[in-house]
């Protein structure tokens, strides 16, 4: 099933819930950078977040330097931003409550 391009203002209703995510100029993707106390607390995170993004099947872009993770979330088949994509933000945001400094 494809999923369906956000318009804007539900973008922006998202975000609004949302803490520490941006969109991007483009208004296609919402990134954020999440900081934790160490490499194996960062490592925790991106597989928590890894099981959730199976499950939905829909798979982040990051970048992972020791102790810091920087996310970028959209759909390609849709050309910007789907529910799924912060159905996986919020997944994220709960894995890095969990063992967070943010």
């Known amino acids: 099933m494809k999923m369906e391009k956000l318009e804007r203002r539900a973008i922006d209703e998202h975000l609004a819930a949302m803490q ?5 100029e483009d208004g296609k993707s919402i990134s954020k950078t999440f900081k934790f106390g160490s490499f194996v607390e960062a490592f925790g995170f991106m ?9 939905l099947n829909h798979h982040p872009e990051w970048f992972n330097v020791y102790s810091r993770v920087d996310v970028t979330l959209n759909t390609h088949d849709a050309g910007g931003l789907t529910e799924l994509d912060f159905k996986l933000a919020k997944a994220m945001d709960k894995a890095a409550g ?3 400094n943010n």
């Open 20 to 24: 520490g995510w941006t969109l991007a």
């Open 47 to 55: 597989a928590q977040s890894a099981l959730s993004a199976e499950k």
């Open 98 to 100: 969990l063992n967070t």
